[in-house]
Nanobody, 116 residues
Framework: QVQLVESGGGLVQPGESLRLSCAAS????????MGWYRQCPGKEREWVAHVRSGGDTYCADSVKGRFTISRDNAKNTVFLQMNGLKPEDTAVYYCFLDRQRVPRSWGQGTQGTVSS
């Protein structure tokens, strides 16, 4: 089993930043990718960004230029730096981990709220 523990959520004003972290532990092997989804109030969960094992990163168009995903392989931790936050970025952010031939693992989620 894999455990994913997210941290870094909180309440900020528009234009400010948050940095989310997700640390993986447990049966970590053959990792294909780690990344983030979010679920905004009243909406379905949507993909935000991910980083593949080789280091390639991908971000949704809605956050491109504002959010940056990175990974510390030695610590099996993925980060999401969120700058220029907008009220519509308010969501529960979920970390995920993909491994070969096993179902996707999910974290419990961390709340990020952008409000003046």
């Amino acid at each position: 089993q894999v455990q994913l523990v997210e941290s870094g959520g909180g309440l900020v004003q528009p234009g400010e930043s948050l940095r989310l972290s997700c640390a993986a532990s447990g049966s970590i092997f053959s990792i294909n990718a780690m990344g983030w989804y979010r679920q905004c109030p009243g909406k379905e969960r949507e993909w935000v960004a991910h980083v593949r094992s080789g280091g390639d990163t991908y971000c949704a168009d809605s956050v491109k230029g504002r959010f940056t995903i990175s990974r510390d392989n030695a610590k099996n931790t993925v980060f999401l730096q969120m700058n220029g936050l907008k009220p519509e970025d308010t969501a529960v952010y979920y970390c995920f981990l993909d491994r070969q031939r096993v179902p996707r693992s999910w974290g419990q989620g961390t709340q990020g709220t952008v409000s003046s």
